[in-house]
């Protein structure tokens, strides 16, 4: 049984039209009323004709709202085995959560929608997805087109570890993708299309205070790598004052070394259960990191043979930005050629096609 998980705060009719429409495809269907106040009443009410509904005595956030959503499915529905995750103000359409539940059905655990973007996008949702995308990019080693997007799906057996992940508002969604990254789980992702009504003026986000609060919460939980990259901007910075452009061919590679010892120590538990889930591959960060100290060591050479006034930090500092965007667009390359595969192995109609013209070939 899958359930319909809605974290509410003060909603209109879209809700109930949501919830109509989810009652009649058969869901199963949970409502956390965010401390909405007593002016919204009659609206759960009505709400809870046809779905369970539970409320916070004030406003919490989302993600404080969701985990309490978690921490009561089981208990209202104990034959459930996956849940969705749906925002309450109508931007999901049904045909896109049926999706979802299909995913789920065909044997995923964790779905994320992605967006397409297409169409009238408002500005501040088209530049905070496209910043968010780099950086999470950079930061994970991992391109999502789309991490925050509300509409997903999870195996309840994921609960545990969900209501743990740090975060009460909208930081709570990113980190959990993060957190999903981090324990190796696959996010098998299903597109879109985007959908803003009214030019998302129903949206309770705030786009200053909120943007500040995912990227605290991001920051903190990657607190190994954000302190790696510290570490070895300091360690850089200690060599060219004290050896300036000399012995580059060992001060770069040491000071990555180090800084990546930093990670080990301060990540080692994540670290170690990764490994024990996935095997070597569970070890591609750390293969990732080697390789940019690698990458690092060559391109500080170069530069400072073509710029050979340049000081010592400032040629590193630009092998970093160079190497930033072809970092990015060779994850979205991977990215990209591994969802293809995948899509290609799930399609029955494709793999007859591929070997039809295997045979024709030979």
Same mark, same amino acid.
């Given at each position: 049984m899958t359930v319909i998980l809605i974290p509410a705060y003060k909603p209109d009719m879209e809700l109930l039209n949501l919830i109509d429409a989810l009652y009649m495809e058969g869901f199963s269907i949970l409502v956390v009323d965010d401390g909405s106040g007593p002016e919204y009443d009659l609206v759960f009410a009505s709400a809870g004709e046809k779905a369970k509904v539970i409320h916070n005595p004030r406003n919490l956030g989302k993600g404080?709202?969701?985990?309490?959503?978690?921490?009561?499915?089981?208990?209202?529905?104990?034959?459930?085995?996956?849940?969705?995750? /749906?925002?309450?103000?109508?931007?999901?359409?049904?045909?896109?959560?049926?999706?979802?539940?299909?995913?789920?059905?065909?044997?995923?655990?964790? /779905?994320?929608?992605?967006?397409?973007?297409?169409?009238?996008?408002?500005?501040?949702?088209?530049?905070?997805?496209?910043?968010?995308?780099?950086?999470?990019?950079?930061?994970?080693?991992h391109y999502l087109s789309d991490n925050q997007s509300g509409l997903r799906g999870y195996s309840v057996e994921y609960i545990p570890w969900l209501i743990r992940v740090a975060g009460s508002r909208y930081d709570y969604e990113i980190n959990v993708i993060y957190h999903a990254d981090r324990q190796g789980i696959t996010i098998t992702t299903v597109p879109i299309r985007s959908v803003y009504l009214n030019d998302n003026q129903s949206s309770h986000f705030d786009p200053a205070k909120d943007t500040f609060r995912i990227y605290k919460q991001l920051f903190a939980s990657a607190k190994g790598k954000v302190a790696a990259s510290v570490i070895y901007e300091i360690l850089i910075m200690i060599a060219g004052i004290i050896f300036g452009r000399k012995w580059w061919m060992i001060t770069v590679p040491i000071s990555g070394i180090i800084a990546l010892a930093a990670h080990i120590m301060i990540d080692y538990e994540?670290?170690?259960?990764?490994?024990?889930?996935?095997?070597?591959?569970?070890?591609?960060?750390?293969?990732?990191?080697?390789?940019?100290?690698?990458?690092?060591?060559?391109?500080?050479?170069?530069?400072?043979? /073509?710029?050979?006034?340049?000081p010592f930090m400032l040629v590193f500092n630009l092998v970093v930005l160079i190497m930033a965007p072809i970092r990015y667009n060779m994850h979205r390359l991977y990215s990209d050629r591994t969802r293809q595969h995948e899509e290609s192995e799930a399609d029955p109609h494709k793999q007859q096609l591929s070997l039809e013209q295997h045979n024709h070939a030979s």
């Amino acid at each position: 049984m899958t359930v319909i998980l809605i974290p509410a705060y003060k909603p209109d009719m879209e809700l109930l039209n949501l919830i109509d429409a989810l009652y009649m495809e058969g869901f199963s269907i949970l409502v956390v009323d965010d401390g909405s106040g007593p002016e919204y009443d009659l609206v759960f009410a009505s709400a809870g004709e046809k779905a369970k509904v539970i409320h916070n005595p004030r406003n919490l956030g989302k993600g404080a709202a969701l985990k309490n959503g978690m921490r009561n499915l089981m208990e209202l529905f104990p034959d459930a085995t996956h849940f969705i995750t /749906v925002d309450a103000d109508g931007q999901h359409r049904l045909h896109d959560i049926l999706k979802v539940r299909n995913a789920l059905g065909q044997g995923a655990s964790m /779905v994320l929608t992605v967006r397409d973007f297409k169409g009238k996008i408002p500005f501040f949702s088209r530049l905070g997805n496209g910043l968010s995308r780099w950086v999470y990019t950079l930061l994970t080693g991992h391109y999502l087109s789309d991490n925050q997007s509300g509409l997903r799906g999870y195996s309840v057996e994921y609960i545990p570890w969900l209501i743990r992940v740090a975060g009460s508002r909208y930081d709570y969604e990113i980190n959990v993708i993060y957190h999903a990254d981090r324990q190796g789980i696959t996010i098998t992702t299903v597109p879109i299309r985007s959908v803003y009504l009214n030019d998302n003026q129903s949206s309770h986000f705030d786009p200053a205070k909120d943007t500040f609060r995912i990227y605290k919460q991001l920051f903190a939980s990657a607190k190994g790598k954000v302190a790696a990259s510290v570490i070895y901007e300091i360690l850089i910075m200690i060599a060219g004052i004290i050896f300036g452009r000399k012995w580059w061919m060992i001060t770069v590679p040491i000071s990555g070394i180090i800084a990546l010892a930093a990670h080990i120590m301060i990540d080692y538990e994540n670290i170690r259960d990764r490994f024990i889930r996935n095997g070597w591959k569970g070890l591609d960060n750390i293969t990732h990191s080697i390789a940019r100290a690698i990458v690092y060591t060559v391109g500080t050479g170069i530069l400072l043979s /073509v710029l050979p006034m340049a000081p010592f930090m400032l040629v590193f500092n630009l092998v970093v930005l160079i190497m930033a965007p072809i970092r990015y667009n060779m994850h979205r390359l991977y990215s990209d050629r591994t969802r293809q595969h995948e899509e290609s192995e799930a399609d029955p109609h494709k793999q007859q096609l591929s070997l039809e013209q295997h045979n024709h070939a030979s």
